[in-house]
């Protein structure tokens, strides 16, 4: 192959070596993408903030920067109701209904934290203090389950003095909430929210659809090694 031949492939291949990292930087973007409606509705009034991520209520924790897993390790989050009365006393309820699956809820509803007896003033800072019947557990959805939902609801207390059974002790999953909120005569939620999130692993092969990671490095490679070939030419004439 003639020198004028190995500059024009040395310049194509430095040109797709530049696309291809240009579309690996593309595709390393931080995107938070929105619940579909028919989920959305569920958004009323709260907010549930996580280190990093912000307000994640009524959003899909994206894969980026490793969200899905750190997610599973952080305390808990802030959660603020702005609307809270000062003077009144509310209770949150967070739940995975999608236990373990969305599609195959036999464990339904999860519970992830239960706090009764919180001040109204500290609810609206996101100070969640209170009789703690549930301590948080983290998201931590099983590996090919899909998205979980992940659910929180506020209702006001009233005076109830607020337990749990033996039974509902022993266990997480399978919690019969609607007996839980009927037994208490909570009805309407003050304020709900809920954010989606899958094991952290899963959908990993979908980045740089179309780009192996192998066929981008030889294409680096191959453009560092005739660009060294440009410069000695370039030297020569």
Same mark, same amino acid.
């Given at each position: 192959m003639?020198?004028?031949?190995r500059l024009v492939t040395a310049a194509l291949l430095l040109g797709l070596a530049v696309a291809v990292t240009g579309?690996?930087?593309?595709t390393d973007l931080c995107v938070y993408e929105a619940l579909p409606d028919n989920d959305a509705v569920l958004?009323?009034? !709260?907010?549930?903030?996580?280190?990093? !991520?912000?307000?994640?209520?009524?959003?899909? %924790?994206? =894969?980026?920067?490793?969200?899905?897993?750190?997610?599973?390790?952080?305390? =808990?989050?802030i959660v603020k109701f702005p609307q809270a009365l000062?003077?009144?006393?509310?209770? +949150?309820?967070?739940?995975?209904?999608?236990?373990?699956?969305r599609s195959s809820p036999k464990a339904r509803f999860w519970?992830?934290? !239960? %706090?009764?007896?919180?001040?109204?003033?500290?609810?609206?800072?996101g100070k969640?203090? @209170?009789q703690e019947l549930s301590p948080y557990h983290p998201p931590s959805p099983p590996a090919h389950s899909g998205l979980h939902r992940y659910q929180f609801f506020v209702y006001l207390q009233e005076g109830r003095t607020i337990s749990l059974s033996p039974k509902e002790?022993?266990?997480? @999953?399978s919690w019969k909430m609607d007996k839980f909120l009927s037994h208490f005569h909570l009805t309407e939620p003050e304020a709900s929210?809920?954010?989606?999130?899958?094991?952290? +692993?899963? @959908? !990993?092969?979908?980045?740089?659809?179309?780009?192996a990671p192998d066929t981008a490095s030889g294409f680096v490679a191959a453009a560092v090694e005739d660009s060294s070939l440009i410069h000695k030419l370039t030297e020569k004439f």
């Open positions: 003639g020198w004028t031949m579309e690996e930087e593309d958004c009323k009034g !709260l907010k549930v903030f996580y280190p990093e !991520l912000g307000n994640i209520g009524c959003m899909i %924790v994206p =894969e980026c920067n490793n969200y899905r897993q750190k997610i599973t390790t952080w305390p =808990e989050p000062d003077d009144a006393a509310y209770i +949150l309820v967070m739940v995975d209904p999608d236990a373990p699956s519970r992830h934290w !239960l %706090v009764s007896d919180i001040k109204g003033s500290d609810m609206k800072i969640i203090q @209170g002790n022993k266990t997480r @999953g929210t809920q954010f989606m999130t899958q094991y952290y +692993l899963d @959908g !990993l092969s979908r980045q740089n659809p179309g780009v």
